[in-house]
Nanobody, 123 residues
């Protein structure tokens, strides 16, 4: 019914930049918060940044000043511009959306996750 598809991951050198994008598709009624989380090997998934439907961002301390989150409500997309990347930013990055969708004549709510995209920061 609903899919989140991420793109833009890859290998980048320390100090470099990368842009992640995520598109939500399907029988979407509305989307509240969207965001990015990451999970490094052997660690728990952690917040990177979120953004409200009104465009207000919230950043983890590790993201502040280096990452910028944005969204396009008309296209149901959220992006994460990452700069000054560090090796410790290496992780699988997951898109998240708190949304409502149509199902069998009803409007239901659910938290959706993308499949994840690998970001590797290494020289």
């Amino acid at each position: 019914q609903v899919q989140l598809v991420e793109s833009g991951g890859g290998l980048v050198q320390p100090g470099g930049s990368l842009r992640l994008s995520c598109a939500a598709s399907g029988s979407i009624f509305s989307i509240n918060d969207m965001g990015w989380y990451r999970q490094a090997p052997g660690k728990e998934r952690e917040l990177v940044a979120t953004i409200t439907s009104g465009g207000s961002p919230n950043y983890a301390d590790s993201s502040k000043g280096r990452f910028t989150i944005s969204r396009d409500n008309a296209k149901n997309t959220v992006s994460l511009q990452m700069s000054s990347l560090k090796p410790e930013d290496t992780a699988v990055y997951y898109c998240n959306a708190d949304l409502k969708y149509y199902s069998g004549g009803w409007v239901l709510g659910q938290d959706y996750w993308g499949q994840g995209t690998q970001v590797t920061v290494s020289s």
